[in-house]
Nanobody, 124 residues
Framework: QVQLVESGGGQVQPGGSLRLSCIVS????????MTWVRRAPGKGLEWISS????????AYADSVKGRFTISFDDTKTTVYLQMNTMKPEDTAVYYC?????????????????WGQGTQVTVAS
């Protein structure tokens, strides 16, 4: 059974940092592209970042470029999203998603496996 479980959310002050984790089980990372997306209150899904199966290609939305970093660990069971210099507009529920792919995937619609989400709030 495939499971994606996010953690690491919480409340942080503007300018602060958080690291989100997505523990993946039931699939083989070496065949899997991963992504982070978010949904802010009252808004639709926003793609944030993606990483390809080998980890040598990454992409970021302009809204987070230079502040967020996607990576996975050496065991390839956990995908991370390091978030620095956070802003109130980063407040959202953050989701990780996966799907089998050789290429870097940028469209959330291309991902069929999703976690339950973790809340991130940036406020003073």
């Amino acid at each position: 059974q495939v499971q994606l479980v996010e953690s690491g959310g919480g409340q942080v002050q503007p300018g602060g940092s958080l690291r989100l984790s997505c523990i993946v089980s039931g699939i083989t990372f070496s065949n899997t592209a991963m992504t982070w997306v978010r949904r802010a209150p009252g808004k639709g899904l926003e793609w944030i970042s993606s990483i390809n199966k080998s980890g040598d290609e990454v992409a970021y939305a302009d809204s987070v470029k230079g502040r967020f970093t996607i990576s996975f660990d050496d065991t390839k069971t956990t995908v991370y999203l390091q978030m620095n210099t956070m802003k109130p507009e980063d407040t959202a529920v953050y989701y990780c998603a996966a799907d089998y792919a050789d290429l870097l995937l940028l469209d959330p619609a291309d991902f069929g496996l999703w976690g339950q989400g973790t809340q991130v709030t940036v406020a003073s």
